[in-house]
């Protein structure tokens, strides 16, 4: 079955960088758009990052030249280099997988059809 596993979150200062990793084993990994969602509490789920199956990547503005996705289909991994991290960036971070999904609709969780458990990411001094 497919499973994705995220692991990287932690307790870190504001302005300090984090890299979180998702681990995705039963499926195709290279055939897959791969996504980062975050979620505070009392929050709906929100876009964060996304890796097509092609390579082209989209980054929410709330992150735009602070956080990068990147994937390695050798290690069927795909990652989120989080930097300059500030409090309003708190919030479980969850990988998502999912095919044939139209560029307009990227953003919208209900189109991946995989989710990981989440790694809890905590931005305070």
């Known amino acids: 079955q497919v499973q994705l596993v995220e692991s990287g979150g932690a307790l870190v200062p504001p302005g300090a960088s984090l890299k979180l990793s998702c681990k995705a084993s039963g499926l195709t990994f290279s055939t897959y758009t791969m996504a980062w969602f975050r979620q505070a509490p009392g929050t709906e789920r929100e876009f964060v990052a996304v890796?097509?199956?092609?390579?082209?990547?989209y980054h929410a503005d709330s992150v735009k030249d602070r956080f990068t996705i990147t994937r390695d289909k050798a290690e069927n991994t795909v990652y989120l280099q989080m930097n300059s991290l500030k409090a309003e960036d708190t919030a479980d971070y969850y990988c998502?997988?999912?095919?044939?999904?139209?560029?307009?609709?990227?953003?919208?969780?209900?189109?991946?059809?995989?989710w990981g458990r989440g790694t809890q990411v905590t931005v305070s001094s």
């Open positions: 890796i097509k199956y092609s390579g082209a990547t």
């Open positions: 998502a997988a999912g095919r044939r999904i139209i560029t307009s609709t990227l953003r919208i969780p209900a189109q991946y059809d995989y």
